[in-house]
């Protein structure tokens, strides 16, 4: 079946403007989680969501959000784009998030912000 | 904040050798992952091994948790050039997220 699909895969924006980064899960997957990745920070975890419910939050600015879909697809926002969010952002999947699932992860969004 | 280090940072070897790569973390854990990462993609997983597990094999890998000391590795046997990644650790103590390591460089060379 289908990986965790991720769109866009590349994307430059300006200051100041804002992004939406989809991302199809594993089908009958329910749990979405979204990590930033870069190369001073590595791998952090953003939000974490299950029938379309936040259960977990990283510790990013507000200007950070997320939402996940009755069909657990989920989109994460950037508003007000900062140089410091160029960053690959990734998401991943698993059944139901609980400990021991095995997490899947998509290929990434490469954010850069000029 | 990232759980803890991977060592070493960076591995080069030679082709057929074996590579290891140890992961430590901070705190109490409910198992722990094992993922690759070619340059500029995904996330790809190995291997998961809980708590109460102590060595897990698959293919040519073989990971040991020692909960003890709090920390894992990665043995790869017989490494080939397409070998050649970042590999990660990330523990997950039942809040719904991963907590990854730094990561280790791995070249294999041909």
């Known amino acids: 079946k289908a990986g965790v699909t991720q769109t866009p895969r590349y994307l430059i924006k300006t200051r100041g403007q804002q992004v939406t980064l989809s991302c199809s899960p594993i089908?009958?997957?329910?749990?979405v989680s979204w990590y930033q990745q870069t190369p001073g920070q590595g791998l952090q975890f953003l939000f974490e969501?299950?029938?379309?419910?936040?259960?977990n939050k990283g510790n990013f600015p507000g200007r950070f959000s997320g939402r996940q879909f009755s069909n657990s697809r989920s989109e994460m926002n950037v508003s007000t784009l900062e140089l410091g969010d160029s960053a690959l952002y990734l998401c991943?999947?698993?059944?139901?998030?609980?400990?021991?699932?095995?997490?899947?992860f998509g290929e990434g969004s490469w954010l850069t912000v000029v | 904040s990232q759980q803890g280090e991977e060592d070493p940072q960076a591995l080069s070897i030679q082709e057929g050798e074996n590579a290891t790569m140890n992961c430590s973390y901070k705190?109490?854990?409910?198992?722990l992952q094992w993922y690759r990462q070619n340059s500029g993609r995904g996330l790809v997983h190995l291997i998961l091994?809980?708590?109460?597990?102590r060595e897990k094999h698959s293919g040519r890998l073989r990971v040991t948790l020692d909960t003890s000391k709090k920390s894992s590795s990665l043995l790869i046997t017989a490494s080939r050039a397409a070998d050649t990644a970042s590999y990660f650790c990330?523990?997950?103590?039942?809040?719904?997220?991963?907590?990854f390591g730094s990561g280790t460089r791995l070249l294999v060379r041909p």
């Open positions: 991943a999947s698993s059944l139901n998030g609980d400990s021991g699932n095995t997490i899947y």
């Open positions: 089908s009958g997957h329910r749990s």
């Open positions: 969501y299950f029938s379309e419910t936040q259960r």
């Open positions: 705190t109490s854990i409910n198992n």
């Open positions: 091994i809980r708590s109460n597990e």
């Open positions: 990330a523990t997950d103590d039942s809040s719904y997220k991963l907590i």
